[in-house]
């Protein structure tokens, strides 16, 4: 194992533990739904919000998922 694919299970493991959806940018499902509860009604306004899913981009169903089931709660 290179120390590229190393770092990246490192990033993932944490990652897992500390509840990050958008492992790019590290934004946990706290810190979107807290962004929902302010305000933010769809993706791209939570994107700008946090970060989630401007990078590549792999998040984006687990973000829209996560806004779904915090607007349902209102």
């Known amino acids: 194992m290179d120390k590229r694919e190393l770092y990246l299970k490192n990033r993932k493991k944490q990652a897992d533990i500390?509840?990050?959806v958008c492992v790019c940018k590290q934004v946990t499902e706290r810190k979107?739904?807290?962004a929902v509860k302010e305000g933010k009604?769809?993706?791209?306004?939570?994107?700008?919000?946090?970060?989630?899913?401007?990078?590549?981009?792999?998040?984006q169903p687990i973000v829209e998922d996560i806004i779904k089931d915090e607007?349902?709660?209102k």
């Open 71 to 73: 607007l349902s709660k």
């Open 18 to 20: 500390d509840g990050v």
């Open 41 to 59: 009604r769809k993706f791209v306004s939570v994107k700008r919000a946090t970060e989630a899913g401007s990078s590549c981009g792999m998040c």
């Open 32 to 34: 979107i739904r807290k």
